[in-house]
């Protein structure tokens, strides 16, 4: 084998690596939580170390993509002048905030809560900020009607803020579109929010129909599902106006 040959062969196992490390570790979460059966504050600390401990191959998983396996695969390329080929990149954690200890804290410290029943005390609640299209930038507001040119990349940035006193996780957020006789719906979930906190969520992929152009107006209306214990549900939601153009 040559020179050439063995760094390739190297290359190759650096990428079967970085998919064991990922496997490994969602593996070791699922193994986690199964071990842990219902969530109590005796094994909440326990069952957040070995979450973090497996969450840290995932990220890991994601170092060796890119840093032996991307990066060396790309300059080989260049090396054997070969060009029109493109090694992927692959983020499996866009969010390492995510695998963290604070962050499996809160979502025990949830879990907790929920396989205990009743309500959960304090103030819990979240609250729809705005809602902005892009690219052209705009806010809808609800008091007047918004034009939207709609392009391929047209999206909708949804904000939402926890507008309680500890953290949520797993916050559903909906759009629906009413155009030309068409019902256009979708969801995302909020993974988590903590108190006071700002997050988005981007809606796109939109397929309007051609009724809604012309003198038509349509309506979009957003809603956040009330999370547990949540009393003020007047601001989740949002209703707006609007026409949609082509540019």
């Known amino acids: 084998m040559g020179v050439g040959e063995g760094r390739e062969a190297d290359q190759r196992q650096n990428l079967v690596d970085a998919i064991l490390l990922r496997a490994k570790g969602l593996a070791g979460m699922g193994d986690a939580l199964a071990q842990a059966g219902a969530i109590t504050s005796k094994n909440e600390t326990a069952t957040g170390e070995k979450l973090t401990n497996e969450g840290s191959l995932l990220t890991a998983s994601d170092v060796v993509w890119e840093q032996l396996y ?65 690219p052209q930038g705009t806010d809808l507001t609800a008091n007047t009607a918004t034009t939207i040119k709609v392009t391929t990349d047209l999206a909708f940035v949804v904000t939402v803020q926890d507008s309680g006193g500890f953290a949520e996780v797993n916050v559903p957020v909906k759009l629906t579109i009413n155009a030309g006789g068409s019902t256009i719906t979708k969801q995302h979930k909020i993974a988590l929010i903590e108190p006071a906190k700002n997050q988005t969520v981007s809606f796109s992929g939109f397929d309007i129909p051609s009724t809604a152009y012309g003198a038509n107006h349509s309506t979009i209306k957003v809603v956040v599902a009330p999370v547990a214990g949540e009393i003020n549900t007047g601001n989740n939601s949002g209703t707006y106006t609007v026409f949609f153009t082509l540019p």
Request: charged residues 10%; aromatic residues 4%; positive net charge.
């Open 70 to 134: 991307t990066a060396p695969a790309t300059q080989t390329l260049t090396d054997l002048n070969i060009k029109g080929v493109v090694i992927p990149s692959s983020q499996f954690v866009p969010n390492t905030d995510i695998v963290t200890a604070r962050a499996f804290t809160v979502i025990l410290t949830g879990l907790r809560g929920a396989s205990t029943g009743g309500t959960p005390s304090g103030k819990h609640g979240d609250a729809l900020i705005s809602v902005r299209v892009t």
